[in-house]
């Protein structure tokens, strides 16, 4: 296939990425065209076109978004350099994500940080949290090493957590943000609020009570709380904050939460007669509205 053919079966794709890094479409189509200007006069064998354009793309939008808002402290000096082919051979495989609701919470909460957020905070939250892309990937595009790609996108989802709370975000912020975000049948906003790879497990007490038994993935995770546990109260539990269902004034099964990076990882419905008596009720954090899908 030619690169030209290529490149058109890939403008829609790279138009996406770009506009949802440097919020803003037509400066996205800008981009893109500069990435096909490249390509084309690029004397390089490329061995993976569609990641060589990628890379190609983001690191464009790096450039804009730094003379844009100067930001101190990022010497990636070669950032905005032809990425040669090994770029596109390390990057083969790459098939990002496509899902509306992770693509637009992304939008919503960038919204909120434009200007917390530098630019490679920026890159990596969307490039992984919107499309699905890989630490290792990333890391490759901005010229890090993983582990330092996921910390980059981790301090970009704490600082959105933060703007959105109005200070500084603890584990009890979140889980009272995600408990409103369940009864206000808010997907979006729970999708921004749960690791990938979380998880809800269950002890022997709480199946027998009815809850499932496991629930594995971000997607499967909000879905199940979606628009439920409206009879849940905020509650503190081995010390930690967590929410239970009451019925009648007395506690029947407890969430058990691990917030990892202002994101929950694991939720465990505990049920154990101990458990039960040792639930303290608390006063909820979230002091915002929270939105609906509908309203944005």
């Not at 901005?142 to 709370?165: F, I, T």
């Not at 629930?215 to 539990?237: K, M």
């Not at 019925?247 to 049920?271: E, L, M, P, T």
């Amino acid at each position: 296939m030619q690169q030209a053919e290529v490149f058109e079966r890939e403008r829609g794709r790279l138009i996406n990425i770009a506009a949802r890094v440097l919020d803003d479409r037509y400066e996205a189509e800008d981009i893109v065209q500069q990435a096909w200007l490249r390509l084309h006069t690029s004397e390089a064998e490329i061995d993976n076109v569609p990641a060589w354009l990628t890379t190609v793309t983001t690191r464009l939008c790096i450039d804009r978004l730094r003379a844009r808002i100067p930001v101190p402290g990022e010497p990636d000096q070669n950032v905005a350099a032809h990425p040669d082919d090994r770029t596109g051979s390390s990057s083969r495989g790459i098939d990002p994500a496509e899902s509306v609701e992770r693509r637009e919470a992304i939008g919503q909460a960038l919204h909120v940080v434009v200007d917390r957020l530098s630019p490679n905070e920026r890159v990596a939250l969307v490039l992984h949290e919107s499309f699905g892309f890989e630490f290792e990937t990333i890391g490759e595009i901005l010229d890090r090493a993983p582990a330092a790609a996921r910390k980059l996108a981790s301090r970009a989802r704490a600082k959105v957590a933060n703007a959105e709370q109005g200070g500084p975000v603890t584990d009890q912020h979140v889980v009272d943000a995600f408990m409103a975000a369940a009864k206000g049948s808010d997907l979006i906003r729970l999708l921004t609020l749960i690791a990938p790879g979380a998880t809800v497990r269950a002890d022997a007490a709480a199946i027998a009570a009815g809850t499932p038994q496991q629930i594995d993935g971000r997607e499967a995770v909000a879905e199940f709380f979606n628009g439920s546990a409206h009879a849940a109260l905020p509650v503190f539990v081995d010390g930690r904050a967590g929410a239970a269902w009451f019925n009648r004034g007395h506690a029947q099964v407890v969430f058990d939460f691990i917030v990892v990076d202002g994101a929950v990882q694991s939720i465990v419905f505990r049920a154990e007669p101990e458990v039960l008596a040792s639930v303290v009720r608390r006063t909820t954090t979230v002091t915002l509205p929270v939105a609906h899908p509908s309203e944005g």
